[in-house]
Nanobody, 121 residues
């Protein structure tokens, strides 16, 4: 059973940085066979895509709102990261890591429990 555990959230001032981590375990296939993604959600709103990376192809995509400020990466040990720079108040949300065993479909069928990011002075 795939388990995803996020960490690294917290309170940061506008313009600051955070690096989120997602540790995957229980994978049935090699980690590079999974599409990994980050989503975020605020109360009353739908969960929205922040970024994804498809392991085999290396294809990466970002939401327009974070392009140039956020960077998704992964290692060979089952970890996925989201480096967030120049954070803004509108980045405040619960951030979720997602995974799907696919070489083209990034929409997750496994989710972590989330980590809260709050951007405030």
């Amino acid at each position: 059973q795939v388990q995803l555990v996020e960490s690294g959230g917290g309170l940061v001032q506008p313009g600051g940085s955070l690096n989120l981590s997602c540790a995957a375990s229980g994978l049935m296939y090699a980690f590079d066979r999974y599409a990994m993604s980050w989503y975020r959600q605020t109360p009353g709103e739908e969960r929205e895509l922040v970024a994804y990376n498809i392991g085999i192809s290396g294809k990466t995509r970002y939401a327009d709102s974070v392009q140039g400020r956020f960077h998704i990466s992964r290692d060979n040990l089952g970890n996925t990261f989201l480096q967030m720079n120049n954070l803004k108040s509108e980045d405040t949300a619960m951030y979720y890591c997602g995974a799907r065993h696919s070489s083209y479909n990034y929409v997750p069928d496994h989710w972590g429990q989330g980590t809260q990011v709050t951007v405030s002075s």
